[in-house]
């Protein structure tokens, strides 16, 4: 035998060579279990291919009745394998060397899904020793519960390249989980590599204050359109969140909720379309051993960082927050409660608010049992920062609370609209060395002399001359008329520009300008084209550009749009609609043409 769970069967039949007129004692039943050590196969065998085992419950059964004696790998063939759900116990012989793998036989977790009919794929109680590799998993949602996973108990359980594909949710309800525990602590959960699609919740994983969870990792992981929150987490001991990116639905989403936990790191990971990025309360650390909210880029219209009640000695430290609140409070960048909480800390952030919430806001009492320092703060609108009081400007807010004497207040220039690396010089070298943040989101060094502000460490680049948009433009013209051209550009870049090369192309023709003009970094210029365009009848593409010879970026040089040059009939004039053509094509709502 290869080992595992066996049905064994003997019967009798014709006897002296006739007929046993009463068969129901002619059989006997049984069943012989030989422990598992080594790779296994399934796959489906009707196509004459050889497998150890034809359905994953069958390898599953073996392990949970014969225990293992050495290393096992369950290897799955490229299929779809469909489930009521499975149910693994503890396994006789599993340790930290006897342990369980789940993979698939190709490597390629798009070869194999496994899917349930019922409340989960996989419930794992009291299993120990246990990895599951390059497999996707998913429900089907026939049930009330809609999980993926479901533990209990368990101690060294490993997810790595796995996808979880969980149901469209639109409620909060934990039933749309993609893993699951709730009540019961498990020890050393690692997640790394995998992405999350749909439910309600990516995680929800919550010890007891009698028994706390314990050591989850989450890395590299990519969480999508979770409706409520991608990780919901409590009562739990060192948990680390890292280098992973959650993409939400700009309406519902939530990052991170930690709440009742000791000592927990968030750090590294991009957060898009959040409605609360990252919320944390009630949890303890040390001054021996800080928690830490470090790294992250994060993009929202609600809440980007929510630092709550009873909690101490945390790190607040390089991150980048742009949101557009819609809330004075709960639509803010960054939100704290200053009361109760020792030790804390809120330095080098970048925190951006576009709409009508503050860049901070302080909900309590005195902020003098926290330090907040070298941050940027900056507000599109009236409100940038309150604590005992509302505060328009940063240079307000110093003068009557003595505070963030070393912050500053600008409109930072990052590479894209949704790319919140910067590129602002302004915050180049001017964030405080003390807290020693070595390395910044994307793994760079960081000076370790003049560090900068926010999750990315950046060298402004010396010539970087950006291409912003036409000026005065109306895209509606009449044919044949003449159009004088403008353009809007910035620089970027870290070195003054004394000459600006600046073209345009239209129909053809491509205009060339120099300009003799004196920019400063991060000077905004207007120009106007010394030649004019001819305004040709119908739709054509204009493109205008500056292309400075030592420019380091090209990315953002150029522009485009189209101009739509219309019939214009000089008055009085009178058509009968039949004996001429009215009628230009490519303009946009067009009424007629002579028929």
């Known amino acids: 035998p290869i080992g595992g769970y066996y049905d064994l069967k003997a019967w009798i039949s014709q006897p002296n060579a006739g007929t046993d007129p009463y068969t129901l004692n002619d059989t006997l039943s049984d069943f012989f279990t030989s422990c598992m050590s080594g790779v296994y196969t399934v796959g489906d065998t009707t196509g004459g291919a050889s497998y150890d085992f034809t359905s994953i419950s069958k390898a599953v059964k073996g392990l949970n009745q014969a225990g293992i004696c050495g290393p096992v790998s369950i290897e799955m063939a490229t299929g779809n394998y469909t489930v009521d759900h499975i149910n693994l116990t503890q396994i006789e012989g599993s340790s930290t060397t006897n342990t369980v793998t789940f993979t698939s036989i190709t490597g390629n977790m798009n070869d194999v899904t496994i899917s349930a009919n019922q409340n989960y794929v996989f419930q794992l109680n009291g299993t120990d020793n246990l990895f599951f590799e390059h497999l996707t998993l998913a429900t089907l949602g026939n049930n009330t519960e809609k999980r993926i996973i479901k533990m209990i108990n368990n101690n060294k359980v490993s997810f790595s390249s796995c996808t979880f594909n969980g149901v469209q949710s639109t409620t909060t309800s934990s039933n749309y989980t993609l893993i699951y525990e709730y009540g019961t602590g498990s020890d050393s959960v690692a997640v790394d590599s995998c992405t999350f699609n749909n439910g309600s919740y990516g995680f929800v994983l919550s010890g007891s204050s009698t028994n706390k969870h314990k050591a989850l990792i989450v890395s590299n992981s990519t969480f999508n359109s979770q409706y409520y929150r991608a990780v919901y987490a409590s009562q739990m001991i060192n948990t680390v969140f890292e280098n992973n990116t959650i993409n939400g639905d700009q309406l519902h989403t939530d990052g991170v909720y930690l709440t009742s936990n000791t000592h927990f790191r968030i750090a590294g990971n991009t957060m898009t379309g959040m409605d609360k990025a990252i919320e944390v309360s009630s949890s303890d650390g040390t001054s021996a051993q800080k928690q830490q909210i470090i790294n992250n880029m994060i993009q929202g219209v609600g809440t980007g960082i929510k630092v709550g009640l009873g909690l101490d000695y945390i790190d607040v430290l390089h991150n980048t927050v742009k949101v557009n609140g819609s809330s004075t409070s709960y639509g803010s960048t960054f939100y704290a409660y200053s009361y109760t909480n020792y030790g804390n800390v809120y330095a080098n952030n970048i925190f951006i608010q576009e709409g009508s919430g503050y860049a901070v806001y302080i909900s309590g009492s005195s902020t003098t049992s926290a330090v907040f320092s070298h941050n940027n703060y900056y507000s599109s609108g009236a409100n940038l920062i309150q604590n005992s009081g509302s505060y328009a400007t940063l240079t307000s807010y110093q003068q009557f609370n003595l505070a963030d004497s070393n912050s500053v207040s600008y409109d930072v220039v990052f590479s894209g609209t949704n790319d919140l690396h910067c590129v602002d010089a302004r915050l180049n070298g001017i964030a405080d060395t003390t807290y020693n943040v070595l390395t910044d989101i994307d793994g760079e060094s960081r000076d370790l002399v003049y560090p900068d502000m926010g999750a990315d460490e950046f060298t402004p680049m010396a010539v970087d001359m950006k291409a912003v948009e036409f000026s005065q433009f109306n895209p509606l013209?009449?044919?044949?008329?003449?159009?004088?051209?403008?353009?809007?550009?910035?620089?970027?870049?870290?070195?003054?520009?004394?000459?600006?090369?600046?073209?345009?192309?239209?129909?053809?023709?491509?205009?060339?300008?120099?300009?003799?003009?004196?920019?400063?970094?991060?000077?905004?210029?207007?120009?106007?084209?010394?030649?004019?365009?001819?305004?040709?009848?119908?739709?054509?593409?204009?493109?205008?550009?500056?292309?400075?010879?030592?420019?380091?970026?090209?990315?953002?040089?150029?522009?485009?749009?189209?101009?739509?040059?219309?019939?214009?009939?000089?008055?009085?004039?009178?058509?009968?609609?039949?004996?001429?053509?009215?009628?230009?094509?490519?303009?946009?709502?067009?009424?007629?043409?002579?028929?």
């Open 477 to 595: 013209q009449a044919s044949g008329a003449s159009l004088q051209l403008g353009i809007k550009v910035v620089n970027y870049g870290g070195d003054t520009v004394f000459s600006l090369p600046l073209s345009y192309e239209y129909m053809g023709a491509v205009i060339n300008d120099t300009v003799n003009v004196t920019l400063a970094p991060l000077q905004f210029f207007t120009y106007t084209f010394s030649v004019p365009l001819t305004i040709a009848q119908g739709t054509n593409a204009i493109k205008a550009y500056t292309h400075i010879a030592a420019d380091s970026n090209l990315l953002n040089d150029t522009i485009y749009t189209q101009v739509n040059g219309m019939v214009v009939k000089s008055l009085p004039y009178a058509s009968d609609f039949e004996s001429s053509n009215d009628f230009s094509a490519g303009i946009a709502n067009s009424a007629w043409e002579y028929g």
